[in-house]
């Protein structure tokens, strides 16, 4: 698909960029970004003598492809999860299991993390039913500690240990009472110390499947240690915890955060990169978090967002001073959300 370069000025709705649009230093759009109305008038309104690279096309095609790819994803990600609920059943029968039997599941989240994270960072906030959030949650902690393995530049020898680290992290919530799982209200102290014991479960379930490696066992046993040695099962502290269960802890906290459960209602992606720029402080590891929201981040830039007033509006640039208040396009104007005590992000639309 070929591109070009024209004026602002002459920019036309439903245009697709080829390339980043940045202005002044300043990074507006990103590269295949579909030009909506709101845009469009912004654009000409601020930018009209300025140059915009699109393909050279009316962006039809391009929209039909892309969607085309997202849907096809979308189906794989529920094969590769539907595989990882078959797996957890074999295991909770206590089947034999053998690290080969992950390799499938394992192969999928490498290549979802290394070819197609854009795709799959819109669909990570996916909604699926509440019996199914373990399997789902599972498969997306997974995913993503595998991008912060890569961005971390962890070898790509070890990002298959860090993939089933993923998957296997919470299995042990199989073997906790569903009316403690599913509860909706608060748990008492007693129903607490049940849950706090999943890690450890979870660790003795992994450990029936044969060949399994020791770094994955300990992700899986440590991955609700804290940074400030406040977490368990033994309360390790900073570098001590292993890496890979600092990596996992990031990763279960976002999508937790970004995840409809049965005590609570999904927040925003931004939201919870503010939580866990927050627990940076204290319970998470700095370095992680830093790498990892700083690489999300970009991904929000040109989605839409449904605000607190009903409308819906496109994220033109992440705020990284504040998260959850990026500059954001609404009825033509560009909004600095962070100035706004009003006005704020309810949802991605």
């Avoid at 230093?25 to 930018?47: F, Q, V």
């Avoid at 003795?204 to 060949?211: D, N, Q």
């Avoid at 496109?314 to 962070?338: E, F, Q, T």
Wanted: with cysteine; hydrophobic share 35%; net charge neutral.
């Amino acid at each position: 698909m070929y591109s070009k370069k024209i004026l602002i000025n002459n920019l036309k709705k439903d245009m697709v960029t080829s390339e980043d649009l940045v202005i002044n230093g300043r990074k507006l759009l990103n590269k295949d970004y579909t030009i909506t109305e709101s845009i469009l008038n912004a654009l000409k309104d601020n930018y009209p003598s300025y140059y915009i690279s699109i393909y050279n096309n009316d962006g039809t095609a391009f929209i039909e492809q892309e969607n085309s790819k997202l849907e096809a994803l979308e189906k794989n990600l529920a094969s590769t999860q539907t595989l990882i609920t078959n797996l957890f059943a074999k295991l909770k029968e206590k089947n034999a299991v053998s690290i080969a039997d992950l390799r499938p599941i394992t192969t999928n989240i490498l290549e979802y993390a290394k070819k197609y994270s854009t795709n799959i960072i819109k669909l990570l906030n996916r909604s699926y039913k509440p019996d199914e959030y373990l399997y789902g949650h599972s498969l997306n902690v997974s995913i993503l500690s595998v991008m912060i393995g890569i961005w971390l530049n962890i070898p790509k020898n070890s990002l298959s240990n860090l993939a089933t680290a993923g998957i296997l992290h919470d299995i042990g919530k199989l073997n906790i009472p569903d009316k403690i799982i599913n509860k909706k209200g608060h748990l008492t102290s007693d129903e607490f110390k049940i849950c706090k014991n999943h890690a450890l479960m979870s660790y003795e379930t992994a450990k029936r499947i044969s060949l399994i490696s020791s770094s994955v066992l300990q992700a899986i046993l440590f991955h609700h240690e804290r940074f400030d040695g406040s977490g368990y099962p033994t309360h390790l502290k900073e570098e001590t915890i292993p890496l890979f269960a600092r990596i996992i802890a990031v990763a279960d906290v976002f999508d937790a955060i970004t995840s409809n459960r049965c005590y609570t209602t999904k927040e925003s992606p931004l939201y919870a990169l503010k939580q866990v720029y927050e627990e940076s402080f204290s319970k998470l590891d700095p370095r992680i978090c830093t790498t990892f929201i700083h690489n999300i981040a970009k991904f929000y830039e040109g989605q839409k967002v449904l605000l607190n007033n009903d409308k819906t509006a496109s994220i033109l640039k992440v705020n990284m001073n504040n998260y959850s208040k990026p500059i954001i396009c609404l009825d033509n104007d560009v909004i600095d959300l962070s100035n706004q005590n009003e006005l704020s992000i309810v949802d991605f639309s």
